[in-house]
């Protein structure tokens, strides 16, 4: 019999599994598209391995991401030399966030209250963050379609990160 944590992660794997490999891919430079599926596919081994002994999951999207993200870590030291895995670690930081809002927001609020912060960015901040995080861009595409520097776009993105940081922090601490 299926535990309610099994069909839990079933469910948000079956219905997430392209955004959790466009998340990872934003993560870790464009090596192979393997990559990012052998991170998702290891986390999820082990969330399902040990679904039964976990309390019951309240916030599947946030345990998810924290668990993925926790193995990009793990891939990034383990890869110390190798120049293949990089991390933002600013859009870990909002990530961080987020994640914190589980014991009082839901799955599904945490969305909500995402894309109200982002939508209240200028239109150069949210089409910025919206091409990178969400599109899988690359700065380089980006650059080429809009013309724009590349360094301009990832000054764009960082302070867009900074702010949407601020703006969540300061929603959850109402």
Same mark, same amino acid.
């Given at each position: ?63 998810? !991401?924290?668990? &993925?993200?926790?193995? @990009?870590?793990?891939?990034?030291? /383990?890869? %110390?030399?190798? +120049?293949?895995? =990089? ?37 150069? !901040?949210?089409? &910025?963050?919206?091409? @990178?995080?969400?599109?899988?861009? /690359?700065? %380089?595409?980006? +650059?080429?379609? =809009? ?28």
């Amino acid at each position: 019999m299926e535990s309610e944590n099994s069909k839990k992660l079933r469910d948000f794997f079956g219905r997430e599994y392209d955004a959790l490999k466009r998340y990872v891919g934003t993560k870790i430079s464009d090596t192979a598209n393997r990559d990012a599926e052998d991170i998702i596919q290891d986390v999820a081994l082990k969330l399902f391995s040990g679904a039964d002994r976990y309390a019951p999951i309240n916030n599947v999207a946030g345990f998810v !991401y924290t668990s &993925i993200r926790n193995r @990009i870590i793990d891939v990034m030291r /383990t890869k %110390k030399n190798s +120049s293949s895995v =990089t991390i933002d670690n600013d859009l870990l930081d909002l990530v961080d966030v987020l994640h914190q809002t589980a014991n009082s927001y839901s799955s599904e609020e945490t969305v909500l209250l995402l894309k109200e912060c982002i939508g209240e960015l200028k239109p150069a !901040y949210k089409d &910025i963050i919206i091409a @990178i995080d969400f599109d899988g861009f /690359t700065y %380089k595409e980006i +650059s080429k379609e =809009t013309g724009i520097s590349i360094g301009t776009l990832m000054s764009r993105r960082h302070r867009a990160l900074g702010i949407l940081y601020t703006k969540i922090e300061q929603k959850i601490n109402r």
